[in-house]
């Protein structure tokens, strides 16, 4: 019978697997921002070109629009749609991306001198702090932070003298500014890298002229990589966006609220008391792993979103410095002297995590058209209006007002029979004022009756569970006479209502109760 220090590397290692597969098969969701990224796609294969004004909202919009993540949009149109594999081949990718960027994780802190032990004690940090964000299926970000971790191994080469990294790095940053606008996190850690080996060949070489000498080649990568910006279908225009899309403020957006309001401010203040203790033991040995952990802790503080950069730098970073530490060495006896226990409760953390996953069903994406009570917080999709309406054999363009989170969804599924108010490309389309009036009307402030005279609106969506929604519920004729709009549509999820001289031109259905689901794509 294998002894337990054969046992406990495998029962740790399936532990941290488990552990992965369950943080990122808790929200199957279909991600809202993929929607309007594989639509942006669609058009532009259609018109052989990339567009920069906008086609799918009847409401104004930005005169250019600058889509920071059209290539993701690309990879997926192209891995589910083109290939004709849909659901599974974006399960398959989300997988792929998650457990790439978590294994980047384990062998760059490993490199750097982190135990397994070690890392296994700290890595629920990590995953709690930037899991439950980042693998949904999927986000652009996603792809940000495998390109992190990758820039990590690439700076790690430039410390050990091998300079060819940058021939990996230039293509790599020119595919990054082209997925997503995390691509500037990318810009920060090399600049923070420069920085910190500037400071250590001063502090070397007490001469100004050798110091230059052992940074002039990060100067020109960096002035480089500057440059390179502009490589995307837009050119200097991205610059402006990109300043304009991380400087702006969204207090809307839930996800870009300080960490400290959204979720697990307690785990992060241990992170962080964490990485400071591993920090000061380190003095300026680290410097680099330091600065980068106190950047992505404040972006994170900052914006609960940014908790998965963060995660992904500490789970590089701290680990290895905890390994040099005292408390690194107590890790390491408590298993050295409880192998059995270890083994035992990491088998057992295995199969409770596997378990979990395969209870919400880890290989099945969700559309989910109705609030439930185990994602109450979570985006729904108006699948069953938008099936209605593409059964309506519309005669002409419909301008359909919808809420901030169903706008791309009802763009890929129905134009360009339909044209929405809004959808989640937010800053990319559309003025700032544009989700402050989506929000006042969606949840009844007042003056949201004039919203609907504001524009040439043919047909509104209503959530049954917003405040419109259940203000329309409770005196659903006595509203309709007031505004002139009836309902034609109702399901459990969403309504659709229409003036009331346009609602016989529809066949007026009520699916109440009936279960709806989604299909992607």
């Keep these: 019978m294998p002894s337990f220090s054969r046992l406990m590397p495998l029962a740790i290692t399936l532990a941290l697997l488990g552990g992965v597969l369950a943080v990122a098969s808790k929200n199957m969701i279909v991600d809202l921002d993929l929607f309007h990224e594989m639509a942006l796609f669609r058009q532009m294969e259609s018109e052989g070109s990339m567009p920069t004004t906008d086609a799918f909202a009847y409401t104004p919009t930005n005169e250019t629009v600058v889509h920071h993540e059209w290539a993701t949009g690309a990879v997926i149109y192209l891995a589910t749609v083109s290939t004709g594999l849909g659901a599974p081949a974006l399960v398959t990718l989300k997988y792929f991306l998650t457990f790439a960027v978590c294994l980047g994780c384990f062998i760059y802190a490993n490199?750097?001198?982190?135990?397994?032990?070690?890392?296994?004690?700290?890595?629920?940090?990590?995953?709690?702090?930037?899991?439950?964000?980042?693998?949904?299926?999927?986000?652009?970000?996603?792809?940000?932070?495998?390109?992190?971790?990758?820039?990590?191994?690439?700076?790690?080469?430039?410390?050990?003298g091998k300079r060819w990294w940058v021939l990996i790095w230039f293509p790599l940053f020119i595919v990054w500014s082209n997925m997503h606008g995390g691509v500037v996190s990318g810009m920060g850690i090399l600049g923070v890298y420069c920085f910190s080996r500037l400071v250590d060949a001063a502090l070397e070489t007490r001469s100004l002229l050798k110091t230059l000498h052992e940074v002039w080649h990060l100067i020109v990568i960096g002035l480089v990589t500057l440059i390179l910006l502009i490589v995307n279908p837009y050119g200097w225009e991205y610059i402006p966006y990109l300043y304009r899309a991380v400087s702006m403020d969204r207090p809307l957006i839930l996800e870009w609220r300080p960490i400290w309001e959204i979720r697990l401010p307690l785990i992060y203040g241990i992170s962080v008391l964490i990485a400071a203790y591993a920090i000061w033991r380190e003095g300026r040995t680290s410097i680099f792993a330091s600065l980068a952990i106190v950047l992505t802790a404040y972006l994170a503080a900052k914006h609960y979103r940014h908790g998965s950069l963060y995660a992904v730098t500490w789970a590089c970073m701290v680990p290895p410095m905890i390994e040099r530490s005292g408390l690194g060495k107590e890790i390491k006896n408590m298993f050295d002297n409880y192998k059995a226990q270890i083994t035992v409760t990491a088998f057992a953390i295995a199969l409770i995590a596997t378990g979990y996953s395969i209870n919400v069903r880890f290989w099945e994406l969700k559309i989910p058209n109705q609030v439930s009570k185990t994602q109450k917080h979570e985006v729904i999709y108006p699948a069953g209006a938008a099936d209605y309406l593409s059964e309506q054999n519309l005669k002409s363009e419909l301008n359909l007002f919808v809420p901030f989170s169903a706008g791309a969804f009802v763009q890929w599924k129905l134009y360009p029979q339909v044209k929405v108010s809004i959808d989640s490309r937010y800053e990319v389309a559309y003025p700032d004022s544009a989700i402050v009036e989506n929000d006042d009307f969606y949840k009844a402030r007042e003056g949201w009756q004039d919203t609907l005279q504001r524009y040439d609106t043919h047909a509104v969506l209503v959530p049954v569970n917003s405040p419109l929604g259940e203000l329309l519920a409770k005196n659903e004729s006595q509203m309709a006479k007031q505004i002139g709009w009836s309902s034609i549509y109702k399901d459990s999820g969403f309504a659709l209502y229409v003036p009331e001289a346009e609602s016989e031109k529809f066949t007026p259905i009520d699916r109440t109760g009936e279960p709806i689901k989604g299909v992607f794509p």
Excluded: C, E
């Design 111 to 160: 490199k750097q001198g982190a135990s397994l032990a070690v890392f296994s004690i700290l890595a629920p940090f990590a995953l709690n702090l930037g899991g439950w964000m980042a693998f949904n299926n999927i986000r652009a970000q996603l792809f940000t932070l495998l390109f992190l971790v990758i820039l990590f191994f690439l700076l790690d080469l430039d410390r050990r």
